[in-house]
């Protein structure tokens, strides 16, 4: 199968090696910065396309590592041309978007995979599949953490929640996805927010509460309101017969104490520790062997819709100061 | 100075005892218990005097009690010792109800003597450190707050815990006055708003009360904060449970985790298997010196009356946040 990756940022970096370890044909790039694209393609060893149009009619699947609010019509556009998409996460900036890029896809018959990398992390992995063993019995109150720095992408995208999204469509998506994998369906979702960093415009730190349907809850925290270079993840997650603990901080399995004056930091926070195998790359061969064997994805677009749903409630949640219940979604 | 401890219902008192030997010119008069069997047991475990009331408690005329009683038991004893013309150290939550708590505050005021509310993380070096920072302005700004006091379901350990006409209420009285206590201290403000999640999904039909909380508050200043007050950790757990908090500011963010010092025993003969130990600091003592001290010094203590008063309501507040599904403005929270 051909593949073309759209975008040469951050995700475009983390994706590639994903392609060319599960052994698919990296046909080509493009991205606005032409400069930038020929930079991963020397790299990963394609070729600079001139246009999305043309790299469209040269591939199978099509890699959107786009910012988010390029999504939709990226996506309509591959799923006109018959093309199989795999899109960066968030799905989209609304409900409407989102569920307009899945019906287009089903229309088409096309497969559509949101990168919910999240899914693909062996701790958290590992944790699901405890849950769903039984060994922590039914689920009482989870408590999720993502903490990092403002993460800076082209044209500062990230910042601009026109674009992005902002914090809880950006970050807290991933938590959000992963609550409901764990809890299943949110009923009201409760939310506070600041602005810590300014000039930016937009919040930069949130605790969401989620109440589920189920009974149970859990206390989301996301942040980008850190120095540059830290990024923290940690889940706790309490039933009826055990605890599942985990956290980025206790789980380096190197600690490096170099004399150092200027440590690289990446414009992006990412957080990877040392693995047998990077979760992006899981993540892409996951896709790669459903879309090519015709299997089921890990994650679905539904999936992603409901993480959108949820973390909208959170925003709606902010505007009003009361708790907003999360519809339909089934 | 003659001390005396009002009750062992909570588990506290037996760590009090070893605080108040600890000082030289203090004499531990003894405790009183109601509970024959358990003041006989604690009688004997700690060598001291059981009085089996607490006006025989009273009649060895101690200057100063620590009231160690039931939450909802804290009203009666507290006002026994202040007609008595003793002074008060009264475990938290102080009350049961903000009634109870004003009645509480009268006689101490009546009576002319101290009432301190045991928050013994008020005087914990490491929350201390962090108060410190704030107050040099090296988080600049604070603007929010994860704080997490979560715990085992303390049942095993005393049942009245998980007894609403006892306890007044579960998890949210038991653990969310703390951090509300240590948030009021950092921001130096009070708290406007609660919203509060609660439930008994944990433990549910083995207790009457709610097992797990996640409190949302807001302060006149703009910070808000979480606290999980959840029993959330399970009963093999190598402790009781943590304090925590994060605090994130303009310039950073700190976490503090005020029990991280303990030493990791795996042996069959260890409270637990395994079993933190802890090595570090011991608020209570601090607190207990300090105490001691407001009343040799004829001074209001470090933590007062309105503190222990400023958290039941935040508490309270949380059933009411979570019966209505709603945020409460607590300056309308009677």
Redesign the interface.
């Known amino acids: 199968m051909r593949i073309g990756i759209v975008g040469a940022g951050s995700m475009a970096r983390a994706h590639a090696p994903g392609w060319i370890a599960a052994g698919a044909e990296l046909v080509g790039i493009v991205a606005k910065h032409r400069s930038s694209a020929a930079v991963l393609a020397e790299q990963f060893g394609t070729r600079v396309f001139d246009s999305y149009k043309d790299l469209l009619t040269a591939v199978d699947v099509i890699d959107l590592c786009v910012p988010t609010d390029l999504h939709k019509t990226m996506t309509m556009q591959a799923a006109a041309a018959r093309k199989h998409v795999i899109c960066e996460k968030p799905l989209a900036l609304t409900i409407k978007d989102g569920q307009a890029m899945i019906d287009a896809c089903k229309e088409a018959g096309v497969r559509l995979f949101i990168a919910m990398v999240l899914r693909f992390f062996p701790q958290y992995q590992a944790a699901q599949k405890a849950v769903v063993a039984g060994q922590i019995g039914?689920?009482?109150?989870l408590?999720l953490?993502r903490?990092s720095y403002q993460p800076s992408g082209d044209d500062a995208w990230f910042a601009n929640e026109a674009r992005s999204g902002g914090l809880l469509l950006d970050l807290m998506v991933h938590d959000f996805d992963y609550a409901s994998w764990l809890a299943g369906k949110v009923e009201?979702v409760?939310a506070?927010s600041?602005r810590?960093?300014?000039p930016n415009a937009q919040g930069d730190?949130a605790?969401v509460?989620l109440?589920f349907k189920?009974?149970?809850?859990?206390?989301i925290?996301g942040?980008w309101?850190?120095?540059l270079g830290v990024f923290r993840t940690a889940f706790?997650i309490?039933?009826?017969?055990?605890?599942i603990e985990w956290n980025s901080d206790s789980t380096e399995t190197i600690h490096p104490f170099l004399e150092s004056t200027s440590p690289e930091v990446a414009r992006v926070g990412l957080p990877l520790t040392v693995l047998s195998e990077d979760p992006y790359t899981s993540e892409i061969k996951h896709a790669f062997d459903a879309i090519k064997n015709n299997k089921p994805f890990a994650v679905t677009p539904q999936d992603a819709l409901e993480a959108v749903r949820i973390a909208l409630a959170a925003r709606d949640s902010l505007k009003t100061?009361?708790?907003v219940y999360v519809e339909g979604g089934d | 100075m003659r001390i005396g401890i009002m009750s062992f219902a909570h588990l506290h008192a037996e760590a009090y005892i070893a605080n108040i030997r600890k000082l030289s010119d203090i004499e531990l008069i003894g405790f009183s218990d109601t509970d024959q069997e358990r003041g006989e047991h604690f009688s004997e475990v700690f060598k001291t005097k059981c009085f089996q009331s607490h006006e025989g408690l009273l009649d060895a005329k101690p200057d100063a009690v620590i009231i160690c009683s039931e939450n909802a038991n804290h009203r009666e004893h507290v006002v026994m010792a202040a007609r008595e013309g003793v002074h008060v150290l009264c475990e938290k939550p102080i009350a049961v109800s903000l009634e109870d708590a004003k009645i509480m505050r009268d006689a101490c005021q009546k009576a002319g003597v101290n009432f301190m509310t045991a928050f013994p993380m008020r005087f914990d070096p490491s929350i201390i450190v962090v108060k410190e920072m704030l107050e040099q302005g090296k988080l600049g700004k604070l603007y929010a707050v994860n704080g997490i006091n979560h715990s085992e379901l303390p049942k095993k350990h005393r049942l009245w815990f998980t007894q609403k006409a006892l306890a007044g209420g579960g998890a949210v009285m038991d653990h969310t006055v703390h951090l509300v206590d240590l948030l009021r201290w950092y921001t130096g403000h009070e708290i406007t708003e609660v919203y509060a999640e609660i439930s008994n999904v944990l433990y549910p039909g083995e207790v009457d009360v709610e097992t797990v909380g996640l409190v949302t508050v807001t302060f006149e200043n703009g910070v808000f904060a979480s606290i999980d007050c959840s029993w959330s950790r399970p009963n093999n757990y190598p402790r009781w449970g943590h304090l925590q908090m994060e605090l994130i500011g303009e310039k950073g963010a700190v976490s503090v985790d005020a029990f991280a010092q303990y030493l990791t025993v795996y042996s069959e003969l260890a409270p637990r298997d395994p079993s933190w130990s802890a090595w570090g600091a011991d608020p209570n003592q601090t607190m207990i010196e300090e105490f001691i001290a407001s009343i040799k010094e004829k001074r209001e203590p470090r933590v007062s009356w309105s503190d222990g008063f400023a958290a039941l309501k935040v508490a309270l507040a949380c059933y009411e946040s979570a019966q209505r599904k709603e945020p409460i403005r607590l300056k309308d929270f009677k």
């Open positions: 039914d689920l009482g109150v408590r953490k903490v009201r409760f506070k600041v810590s960093k300014k730190y605790l509460t109440r189920n009974g149970c809850m859990a206390l925290e942040g309101a850190y120095p706790d309490a039933g009826r017969k055990g605890l100061g009361k708790p």
